[in-house]
């Protein structure tokens, strides 16, 4: 049973919401109102509010995270989300190959039973090598 602290905190959220979006969405109202309470803040921060992150850059990571989990709403969320913030089509194609890459290599990584003390040595000894190419701000 809420409370009227839970009640009037719930009501509150629900107003937020419904500014922020111009309505509240099904999904957020199926959540029980103390879950809802806590969800919006962390919601809204990282997904309306500037953070660290560029919010492109941070629908384009998202993106590539809902198409490895292959969840059809977070793909659809993301990807037009990240076409607010300005994504080239260039850009979600990029994403796309992008998305596979990662698991690909960790898929054959893995298969080899590779060593990861020796992986890590090699990562830094090709960082050295990059970095030692890479042009300077003079």
């Known amino acids: ?11 509150r959220t629900v107003a937020e919401i419904e500014e922020s979006l111009g309505m509240v969405p099904g999904f957020f109202g ?3 109102q103390e879950d809802l309470v806590n ?3 962390t919601f809204k ?9 560029p919010a492109k850059y941070k629908e384009l990571i998202n993106l590539a995270v ?9 793909i659809n969320f993301h990807r037009g989300a990240a076409k607010l913030h300005g994504a080239t089509d260039e850009e979600l194609a990029e994403v796309a190959f992008l ?4 698991p690909r ?15 890590k040595r090699e ?4 960082a050295a090598h990059l970095q030692s190419h890479m042009p300077t701000d003079d």
Request: negative net charge; proline residues 3%; aromatic residues 10%.
């Open 66 to 74: 809902a198409s490895n989990l292959k969840c059809p709403y977070c």
């Open 39 to 41: 969800e919006w803040p």
């Open 45 to 53: 921060r990282l997904t309306l509010e500037e953070t660290v992150v």
């Open 1 to 11: 049973m809420a409370t009227t602290s839970t009640t009037d905190a719930y009501d």
């Open 99 to 102: 998305a596979g890459a990662t």
């Open 30 to 32: 199926d959540l029980n």
């Open 105 to 119: 290599w960790s898929s054959m990584i893995h298969a080899q039973e590779y060593d990861l003390g020796t992986f």
């Open 123 to 126: 990562v830094g000894e090709m």
